[in-house]
């Protein structure tokens, strides 16, 4: 495991120009492996035993013009895509898109904004500021144990703090900007993609967006979409042809079809057994092709009722299969489960970096509209701070999904070094905080070791401070 770990990050050499760049780029992903705790730069250090050089050296990593976020991406996908894990259906990856917000008080943090929580949980907040992520994942593994890879992790809001105009011409919403990043991976991988999407999503741009570029080779768009539809929607048939030509142009849409109310016709649904979130059951379900004017187009509507409620779904692909389509949407849960490991396991977004040249903004739950982009002269500081956080981020995603593949390569190497405790296996692959347990303790007696392995020994050569004792790691 500890072998791998060290083969990919050796992957990611030519993304910096400076070896110094990469050896700390490895040092920030052994340490979101290994720390203990995640309280930014510092954590880094006291994991270590980093001498102030070494700090003052991370700083400068995640502020440095002498690398680049989107050639990380990059060589991130390739990486991934080499592995041969993704899950391929009727031939496409299946890619999930989500949004995520991460709580800020910064005053002085570029990207803060207002935002809303509609968790129905009491213990958090109606309104805060923070910072709101978007995320696009691709499932690895099996259908029935999978994982959410992250590829891309980004700032979507707030970003008039770089100098963007919000009210430009054609700028991407929050809904097209998850298409329109899925669509990049598609491209630049040469991959026909699968995208799913939750109830937040559904509007016309999105499904303009993702028809939009066309695959020779599959007669189709590249993207595809599975979105959930909410409850207010309506539909049409299309119109029936008429034999003689009357005056005016011939009706489009024809019958008017409110979504929820088909579930008033249970004659029509039938009975056939699915995998609804891990579990077979028997589900009623039924698939109509139906017009929807904001998209402009025949979307497959997809009606279902599980154990769970009933449920519509619509797609911009008429040939898929119902069932299908209700099984991939349920495995959306698992952009949820990698929001959490980002959050509370890997730490990715506790960063705590800022600057003066940014106004101190006010606490209070402001209106985003009102929002001001900085002086000219200011612009390239702050976009440098903005910077920080995007590489802090994704490093730390690099981080989780590099436990996501060993769970997958080495599921009985994992286990049969696990010695911690766990009351019950909720199944067969450990999960990414069973698999950090393990490595982290392999990284630190390799670290402890007189002989450690080639990048952890120029690691503590070049920054580890002297006379550090070896308890403290």
Request: with cysteine.
């Amino acid at each position: 495991m500890i072998a791998f770990i060290f083969k990919a990050l050796k992957s990611f050499r030519p993304v910096f120009p400076r070896y110094t760049s990469w050896l700390i780029f490895s040092l920030v992903v052994l340490g979101f492996l290994g720390a203990a705790d995640m309280f930014g730069v510092s954590s880094f250090c006291r994991f270590f035993c980093l001498a102030e050089n070494g700090y003052h050296s991370l700083l400068h990593f995640f502020r440095s013009a002498g690398w680049s976020v989107a050639v990380l991406f990059m060589y991130w996908e390739t990486f991934v895509f080499s592995q041969n894990m993704i899950i391929r259906v009727n031939g496409r990856a299946v890619l999930i898109g989500d949004h995520t917000y991460v709580p800020k008080d910064g005053r002085r943090m570029p990207g803060v904004v207002t935002l809303r929580q509609n968790s129905e949980t009491q213990t958090k907040p109606s309104y805060f500021r923070g910072h709101c992520r978007g995320a696009v994942g691709v499932l690895i593994g099996t259908l029935t144990a999978p994982f959410c890879l992250p590829l891309n992790l980004s700032l979507h809001q707030g970003r008039v703090h770089i100098g963007e105009n919000p009210k430009q011409e054609g700028r991407l919403t929050l809904g097209t900007r998850i298409v329109q990043t899925a669509m990049d991976i598609a491209v630049r991988n040469d991959l026909p993609c699968m995208l799913i999407l939750d109830a937040y999503f559904p509007s016309g741009p999105v499904f303009r967006l993702a028809a939009s570029v066309w695959s020779v080779a599959l007669q189709q768009p590249l993207i595809t979409l599975i979105i959930r539809a909410k409850k207010n929607f309506v539909a049409y048939f299309p119109a029936e042809k008429t034999d003689g030509a009357g005056p005016g142009r011939p009706p489009v849409y024809g019958e008017k079809v409110r979504l929820m109310e088909m579930f008033d016709h249970l004659h029509l649904f039938s009975t056939v057994s699915c995998t609804i979130y891990g579990r077979t059951e028997e589900v009623r379900i039924i698939a109509l092709d139906l017009l929807w004017k904001p998209a402009r187009a025949l979307l497959r509507f997809v009606f279902a009722i599980t154990s769970r409620g009933p449920i519509v779904l619509m797609g911009s692909d008429l040939t898929v299969c119902p069932v299908t389509a209700l099984e991939l949407y349920c495995s959306r849960i698992r952009i949820e489960s990698m929001f959490d490991m980002l959050k509370n396991l890997i730490g990715a977004f506790r960063y705590r970096f800022w600057t003066k040249k940014l106004g101190a903004s006010s606490r209070k739950q402001n209106k985003n509209r009102k929002l001001s982009s900085p002086a000219s002269e200011s612009l390239p500081t702050i976009r440098r701070c903005w910077e920080a956080y995007e590489r802090f981020a994704v490093i730390g995603a690099v981080s989780i999904g590099l436990l996501q593949i060993i769970a997958l390569k080495y599921t009985d190497s994992v286990w049969s070094r696990f010695d911690g405790f766990l009351r019950t296996r909720s199944r067969a692959v450990p999960s990414e905080r069973t698999v950090r347990f393990v490595v982290a303790d392999m990284l630190t007696s390799n670290y402890r070791s007189l002989a450690p392995t080639g990048i952890l020994r120029e690691i503590r050569d070049r920054f580890r401070r002297k006379n550090a004792p070896t308890a403290d790691i």
